[in-house]
């Protein structure tokens, strides 16, 4: 076993540090975030950092840095109030990569790296065309994270759209079988293979494997 | 395609949406949080909330709903201000997953579930001795999300035990080679597979994969 204390941490070179410390920590979301400016110009970024808050209201979270090619994200979320998530596949996923690229704020990821844009009625942030699982989402609270300078969006889903055959009957969706794939630090993407669904688990009950 | 707006999702039956929002956000970061109580007595539980906040210092945030069996590690996290976070492989996920069950405060996870303590000198919070990778945390600070009532904790990494072989010569931890887990909602566990490792993406070049 190799052993990294802080102190080695902190002496590592810089870009080595930034994908150990972003790779060790398990895999993540991989989803694009759509937004529009009030101009009208859509803006893609990939993104890693998303998490679950909430059933009731539904209420997810994720982090943005504010010094990178994120804070055009950022600065549309904050004026149209309004963003999309969208699931990542094998057959995108150089795309969604390539949106990390620092284009010019004027010009639409979707464009560069050639994205479908998909509008709804009545919504404002684009969504991607070819994603499997796509959500509309109002934004709620922004929380500066003042440690590090990293900022927390805070979102209520107002729409969700997915294929019908991956809702399975209790309320799950299974990714797997909706080829959305998953990623471990910044540069790595990886498909995922079901390996079993365990029952709520009891004190004093055995757990079994749920098959819907 | 199937289309829910927040009116069906908040008209849905409670589990089946806990089910369905858990599940529909993409794929987690799925670890053991190990703990203890100025006591001594040992708390073990299992999350998937992990996301990153900074590589210097290394900074990571995790949820916490304080209204269920995930208030011991909060409770613990705060007297003692230190935490482990222990990756799940596919030997004992079934074990992980019966963490969740109601246990009495005093009781220790670790035995009900049949899962090895691991104490490293001078830290007080256990580690999970089966785990592949395993990271020793300081708690820095506990946000109170107000608009519905979870809780943010940040920890910085003080120490990370990982197997050399899965430690790549630019930094990246390859979780496939570890044999760590991902987490797709409440209940469900899978297995990764690589894709692809993709360069730092730039306006002006073409990606290519790279192979180390």
């Known amino acids: 076993m190799l052993h990294f204390t802080l102190d080695k941490i902190l002496s590592l070179e810089k870009r080595y540090r930034a994908s150990f410390i972003n790779s060790v920590l398990g895999f993540k979301s991989l989803c694009l975030v759509g937004t529009k400016n009030t101009l009208g110009e859509s803006n893609l970024a990939v993104f890693n950092s998303f998490f679950h808050l909430g059933a009731h209201p539904p209420l997810i979270g994720f982090i943005i840095r504010p010094d990178t090619v994120e804070r055009n994200t950022l ?10 998530i969208n699931h990542v596949t094998e057959a995108f996923y150089k795309k969604a990569h390539q949106t990390s690229a620092r284009y010019p704020s004027d010009t639409s990821e979707f464009d560069e790296v050639g994205l479908k844009e998909e509008l709804k009625e009545g919504f404002i942030a684009p969504f991607v065309k070819d994603s499997s699982i796509k959500i509309a989402l109002q934004f709620r609270e922004k929380i500066d994270i003042e440690i590090n300078g990293t900022i927390m969006i805070i979102g209520e889903i107002q729409d969700i759209y997915l294929p019908e055959e991956i809702l399975k009957k209790d309320g799950y969706v299974d990714l797997a079988e909706a080829g959305s794939l998953t990623n471990n630090g910044l540069d790595s993407y990886h498909k995922v293979e079901k390996l079993d669904r365990l029952s709520y688990a009891k004190t004093d009950k055995p757990l079994t494997s749920i098959e819907l």
């Open 75 to 84: 600065s549309n979320i904050l004026e149209t109030k309004k963003f999309t």
